[in-house]
């Protein structure tokens, strides 16, 4: 079996979902008051990785955190809709580049996989319309239907993402060799080097210095 792994952020999604989700929120018309304390929170943080005191793994881990900390015990099918609104929007914007290769390895009669370290509801609206034999994002933790107020969400991230791939392949053969990872930053690189088929898309400087180096493709 041969797979096709796609990132979403600056990927399949030509640009960063975090800041539009903070705009998301901050101008919602029901949830609008969560935006002061979640801002409040993740400011001292966001100032000392500015100042390069803090990780940018955990800077960004710890936002993902305080975001769905804002919105305390809220119902799930609260949540959802909230992350279907803006994925709608979202979706009129995927890249139709990545999209043709998408639909081309289907065609081809490869195992497609979104694999992000975006909410995994907000993955699964933004490709309602979008056929992926595999979503893996950063899941939200739920009970009794609703969010399990101050528990830690499982960020999809760096080495991660290799974690869950090699998990959820696990009783599969895979033709490595054969396969294709599609990604935009140097922290896609583990999953990158899985596939004999890389492709740097839109590249931040570090990977493009990578993908030159290796000679990988290169699609901007």
Not at 169 to 191: C, E, H, I, P, R
Not at 192 to 200: D, I, T
Not at 203 to 216: C, M, S
Request: charge should be neutral.
């Amino acid at each position: 079996m041969k797979v096709a792994i796609f990132d979403f952020d600056g990927t399949l999604f030509p640009n960063e979902t975090f800041p539009l989700l903070m705009g998301h929120l901050k101008n919602h018309p029901i949830h609008f008051h969560k935006y002061r304390n979640f801002f409040l929170r993740i400011l001292p943080v966001y100032l000392a990785y500015k100042c390069k005191l803090y990780p940018e793994q955990k800077m960004k881990e710890y936002s993902m955190r305080s975001y769905i900390a804002a919105f305390g015990s809220s119902p799930k099918a609260e949540i959802e809709q909230f992350f279907s609104q803006i994925g709608g929007i979202m979706s009129q914007n995927l890249s139709e580049p990545m999209l043709h290769r998408l639909e081309q390895h289907r065609m081809d009669g490869y195992y497609t996989m979104l694999v992000s370290g975006a909410y995994e509801p907000l993955l699964n609206s933004v490709t309602k319309n979008v056929n992926f034999d595999c979503i893996i994002g950063s899941s939200i933790p739920f009970n009794d239907e609703k969010l399990m107020k101050n528990s830690s969400i499982n960020y999809i991230y760096g080495e991660r993402k290799t974690e869950f791939i090699n998990a959820h392949l696990s009783n599969m053969k895979v033709d490595w060799q054969n396969s294709f990872a599609y990604g935009d930053s140097f922290t896609d690189l583990n999953v990158l080097e899985l596939v004999g088929n890389p492709v740097a898309v839109n590249p931040e400087p570090r990977l493009l210095e990578v993908a030159n180096h290796k000679k990988w493709e290169i699609i901007k």
